[in-house]
């Protein structure tokens, strides 16, 4: 498995500061989500540990080198990222789209192999595109084409995957399947993943390791137990809430409380809320 670590890492665009003297690490083979609020910097954070940001100070290692110094296909064949609004080349089929994934993989002597075909074969039926390939990308609605470039991503069949708003666009039985397989991912191949998610109430349920981030700083870090509180929901989302378990994952589940709810009100407790 491949360490990625970020140490005292500053990114900025143009003079901008994003991130500022950040350390963090991605933990070996588990599931980390990145949460907070918009603009807090967990994309930022996403795009400089995938090599796409080159740090103001600081660095990013990958397997204890920094990640800029090594080459760019040498990097892909290790980690992979889907960004949060990838664009494909026009008329591009959803097969060859999802075979540019096995690019890393290819070289001046190597052609298109068996092992290529079932890992483009595998991440389309994992995804259920399989039915697309031979369809164009952009002929495709937005959760459909979502999924593909998720399959794009798993063919790459890398040791670390990066993931930005991967449920965008999926409607909710689309997202829960997207979880499921990327988790199914981590627990086969020991996938080390790091997501940046929106839904903290999914995240909380998904996470081996939560990394909590405010204005481009991380609050906290640790189990989704730990993490997840209606202190910290108060502090990073400005959001008043209750936090029960989850009678289904015992993870913690966030119920908003409106501007409209009193202060004293009450939420059933999960022996309640199980008939």
């Excluded at 991440?123 to 259920?128: G, H, R, S």
């Excluded at 988790?183 to 020991?190: K, P, W």
Aim: aromatic letters at 4%; glycine letters at 8%.
């Amino acid at each position: 498995m491949a360490a990625l670590h970020a140490s005292a890492l500053t990114l900025k665009y143009d003079q901008r500061t994003v991130i500022e003297g950040l350390s963090a690490g991605i933990p070996e083979g588990r599931v980390t989500m990145i949460v907070g609020a918009n603009a807090c910097g967990k994309s930022t954070l996403l795009r400089g540990l995938a090599r796409l940001l080159k740090p103001a100070s600081g660095m990013v290692t990958l397997d204890g080198k920094d990640i800029h110094s090594r080459p760019a296909r040498e990097v892909a064949r290790i980690l992979g990222l889907l960004p949060q609004h990838p664009t494909a080349p026009d008329g591009i089929t959803v097969r060859d789209l999802v075979g540019r994934g096995r690019y890393p993989h290819q070289g001046f002597f190597r052609s298109w192999s068996a092992d290529d075909e079932r890992a483009v074969q595998d991440a389309l039926t994992a995804t259920e595109t399989l039915d697309l390939a031979a369809r164009n990308v952009d002929e495709l609605s937005g959760g459909q084409r979502q999924r593909v470039w998720i399959a794009m991503a798993l063919a790459q069949e890398t040791e670390v995957l990066l993931l930005d708003e991967p449920t965008t666009y999926l409607d909710l039985a689309h997202q829960v399947e997207v979880l499921d397989l990327i988790t199914d991912l981590n627990r086969r191949r020991g996938t080390t993943v790091a997501i940046v998610l929106h839904d903290l109430n999914l995240a909380a349920r998904y996470a081996d390791h939560v990394i909590a981030m405010k204005a481009g700083r991380i609050v906290a870090e640790g189990t989704s137990l730990e993490v997840v509180t209606e202190g910290l929901v108060r502090d990073v989302f400005g959001l008043e809430s209750r936090v029960v378990p989850d009678p289904v994952s015992g993870t913690p589940l966030i119920i908003p409380l409106g501007r409209h709810h009193a202060e004293s009100h009450t939420v059933p407790t999960t022996l309640e809320l199980v008939p």
